[in-house]
């Protein structure tokens, strides 16, 4: 497996100035052999400017938050992180890897919950490149391999789970939407450890129902929405009768036997529990 290493480098300034010198050194036996007719000094400025082309072959710019990484011959040489201009092995291959912060939007993905509804879902994946070898060498083209992976964590990570916890036990994509985006970034860095990339953060940006059942699902949240608030107000309209009748019975107002407390807690529900405004009703003979 290859891992990221410094690879051999010189100051790139040094360098052009000694190319330069052997080209001017170069071209000045050149010029004179050919006047004088020997061929040695034209040998020797043959060869100061080979040494020439072999030197500017090997510089290269390095641009702030990015990395070199230098072959040669298929061999893997290293890296290069400081930027700056560069002197390296001649004939070296360079190849740029930015390790500048990204993000990768997937589309919108359809996919079956763990209830096995069909839901509509997508996320934004933030990453960088931590190791330029891996990136380069252990995966063919790292950012296709990213997108694939982030989509397949997507959909595993929203198979498990309900859209929304209509019972409040366990974690919800809708209610826990925290939790399952640290659960998407754990799996995500798990996946694309071997190209070299981490996993700075990732998010959902989009969760709703497919359209087909849509409007289904839209009346069956509304009717527990009216459940759960029917049951609120039963249980505060309860206590509020108990309340009334053990006040009434310690100030010892009235002396209330069984079939009249049955008489005032159906009294006193049907005003509390009504979604409408109570007519109370004037008795003028006994309950009897």
Same mark, same amino acid.
């Given at each position: 497996?290859?891992?990221?290493? *410094? ?27 050919? =006047? ?6 034209? +040998?020797? /400025? ?28 298929? *061999?893997?040489?290293? @890296? ?12 070296? +291959?360079? =190849?740029? @890897? ?9 589309? *919108? ?19 960088? @490149?931590?190791?330029?070898? *891996? ?16 989509? +397949?964590?997507? =959909?595993?990570? %929203? ?10 036990? /366990? ?31 990732? =998010? ?23 459940? %759960? ?6 249980? /505060?309209?309860?206590? #509020?009768?108990? #309340? ?8 010892? %107002? ?9 008489? #005032? ?7 509390? @529990? ?15």
């Amino acid at each position: 497996m290859f891992q990221e290493k *410094k690879s051999p480098y010189a100051n790139g300034f040094w360098g052009l100035l000694l190319a330069l010198v052997f080209i001017g050194a170069g071209v000045y036996l050149l010029v004179l052999g050919g =006047r004088a007719g020997d061929s040695l000094w034209i +040998t020797i /400025g043959v060869v100061l400017e080979v040494l020439a082309l072999f030197l500017l072959t090997g510089m290269t710019v390095v641009q702030p938050n990015q990395a070199m990484v230098i072959t040669f011959f298929g *061999k893997y040489l290293g @890296v290069i992180r400081q930027s700056g201009f560069y002197l390296t092995i001649p004939f070296a +291959t360079h =190849r740029k @890897v930015s390790l500048r912060v990204r993000n990768f939007n997937s589309v *919108k993905l359809k996919v079956n919950d763990v209830d096995g509804n069909p839901i509509e879902i997508a996320a934004v994946v933030v990453f960088s @490149v931590v190791d330029s070898a *891996k990136a380069l060498f252990e995966v063919d083209e790292y950012e296709k391999f990213v997108e694939i992976q982030s989509e +397949t964590a997507l =959909r595993h990570v %929203a198979s498990k789970y309900p859209y929304d916890g209509a019972d409040g036990a /366990g974690f919800s994509l809708r209610s826990n939407s925290d939790e399952i985006a640290l659960e998407l970034s754990t799996e995500l860095q798990n996946r694309l450890a071997i190209a070299g990339v981490n996993v700075i953060e990732s =998010r959902l940006t989009h969760l709703a129902y497919s359209t087909e059942i849509a409007s289904a699902m839209l009346q069956r949240q509304q009717a527990s929405a009216i459940i %759960a608030a029917r049951e609120k107000i039963v249980e /505060g309209a309860v206590t #509020m009768v108990q #309340m009334a009748i053990q006040r009434l019975e310690a100030d010892g %107002a009235v002396e209330l036997d069984e079939e009249r407390k049955a008489a #005032m807690i159906n009294n006193l529900l049907v005003a509390v @529990v009504s979604d409408r405004s109570a007519q109370p009703v004037i008795n003028t003979s006994s309950l009897y």
